[in-house]
């Protein structure tokens, strides 16, 4: 039997993140910072995977439940800072409602990658395996991630006058916060 490893990555959400639809993007996984896992994912380690398993492929889970599929991915890329990812969570779902909501409160703000190791080492001065080719199968949302250092980056609004509300909410909050 295969065995998938499940490695969580912060994703910091609030209501201006995320969006009328379920969009949102971040990062995934974020190269050279060791975990709570004491795994440090290294540049490249998803090129190979992208080409054999696209982002339709790549299944987005609620909690690492296989039962449990909440959304779809669009896009994964690589880049010098780790793996950007975008998708939708599917609102036609009652799960999708469900996390859509959590998020939106900030309830619930990481992102975890399930992968196979493909090739690693360790590094013992550093005190940490070396992912340098993994197969990602799913990425979820979780509450508890691994990884303090990703975060979410863009995401796409299909309401002006919601994000107008979020930034005079924000507004708010500062003027406040001097207070």
């Given at each position: 039997m295969?065995t998938?490893?499940?490695?969580?990555?912060?994703?910091?959400?609030?209501?201006?993140e995320?969006?009328?639809d379920?969009?949102?993007s971040?990062?995934?996984s974020v190269?050279?910072?060791k975990?709570?896992?004491?795994e440090?994912v290294m540049?490249?380690?998803?090129t190979k995977s992208l080409?054999r398993?696209?982002?339709a492929?790549v299944?987005?889970?609620?909690q690492?439940?296989?039962?449990?599929?909440?959304?779809?991915?669009?896009?994964?890329?690589?880049?010098s800072h780790?793996?950007?990812?975008t998708?939708r969570?599917?609102l036609?779902t009652?799960?999708?409602r469900?996390?859509h909501a959590l998020m939106k409160?900030?309830?619930?703000?990481g992102?975890?990658?399930?992968?196979r190791?493909?090739r690693?080492?360790?590094d013992?001065?550093?005190?940490?395996?070396l992912?340098?080719?993994v197969?990602l199968r799913?990425v979820?949302?979780?509450?508890?991630?691994a990884n303090?250092?990703?975060t979410v980056?863009?995401?796409?609004?299909?309401?002006?006058?919601f994000?107008?509300l979020?930034?005079?909410?924000n507004?708010?909050?500062?003027t406040?916060?001097?207070?």
């Amino acid at each position: 039997m295969t065995t998938i490893d499940r490695k969580a990555a912060p994703v910091e959400l609030d209501v201006k993140e995320v969006s009328d639809d379920g969009s949102f993007s971040g990062y995934a996984s974020v190269f050279g910072v060791k975990d709570s896992y004491a795994e440090i994912v290294m540049p490249g380690a998803f090129t190979k995977s992208l080409t054999r398993y696209p982002a339709a492929r790549v299944k987005m889970l609620w909690q690492h439940d296989r039962t449990e599929p909440i959304g779809v991915w669009t896009s994964f890329t690589e880049d010098s800072h780790g793996l950007k990812a975008t998708g939708r969570i599917l609102l036609e779902t009652t799960r999708g409602r469900e996390v859509h909501a959590l998020m939106k409160a900030g309830a619930v703000d990481g992102l975890s990658i399930g992968f196979r190791t493909i090739r690693d080492s360790m590094d013992r001065a550093k005190g940490a395996r070396l992912l340098h080719e993994v197969e990602l199968r799913e990425v979820s949302i979780v509450s508890f991630p691994a990884n303090e250092e990703a975060t979410v980056t863009t995401v796409k609004h299909t309401n002006n006058q919601f994000s107008e509300l979020v930034a005079a909410i924000n507004a708010a909050r500062t003027t406040i916060a001097k207070d």
